[in-house]
Structure formats: C-alpha cells, structure tokens
C-alpha cells in the first residue's frame, strides 16, 4: 500500500514561511501527479498546488507566487514552500498522490499550518 508521511506544519507569523513536505513510501515517478490540498475552518478541501508526472503545475490564484511545489524524485519526496503566510493560509494541509485512473488516489494524514498573531 502507498503511504503518505507529512512534515513541517507548524504555527508561523504572518509573513513567515514553512515548508511542508510529504515522502511517500512509493515512487512518486510513478504516480500521475502529486499535489497540495488544504481544508480551512467551514471550507472545502481545496487544491493548492500540484505537480503532474511531466513537472507541470498547477496553483490556487490565492497562493501563487507564494507557494512553490517541487519534488525530488530521488527521495519519492515532494515540498510546498510556503512564503509571505497569511491567516487565511491556515489549514489543514493533505498531501495527495494521483496513482492514475486504475489505482486510485491516496492522502496523507494531513499537517496543521496556523498563521497567527
């Protein structure tokens, strides 16, 4: 089974940064995409950010050129930079691997990211 492991929530100020980062247990060269979701307080669960097997990416406009997803394929890991935090970044943050139509899709346990006075 493909497992997801998180790091690198935190509570920060606003304006502050953190780096999340999620390593899987598989090869993440494998998987279609690898993306970011977040869940606020009385929100959906909303992508953030992803990136797809041929390195393309995809951002919410109300974190781009804030966030930076990447991965380093070598580790089966992947990161979310996180710059310039606002409160309304706080979260629960899940990472998520895309393993294609026929094996489905799997998601982390999910980090908390508080940006907070």
């Known amino acids: 089974q493909v497992q997801l492991v998180e790091s690198g929530g935190g509570l920060v100020q606003p304006g502050g940064s953190l780096r999340l980062s999620c390593a899987a247990s598989g090869s993440i060269s494998s998987f279609r995409a690898m993306g970011w979701y977040r869940q606020g307080p009385g929100n959906p669960r909303e992508l953030v950010a992803r990136i797809s097997r041929d390195s393309s990416t995809n951002y919410a406009d109300s974190v781009k050129g804030r966030f930076t997803i990447s991965r380093d394929s070598a580790k089966n890991t992947v990161y979310l930079q996180m710059n310039n935090l606002k409160p309304e970044d706080t979260a629960v943050y899940y990472c998520?691997?895309?393993?294609?139509?026929?094996?489905?899709?799997?998601w982390g346990q999910g980090t908390q990211v508080t940006v907070s006075s």
């Open positions: 998520n691997a895309d393993r294609g139509l026929f094996n489905g899709a799997t």
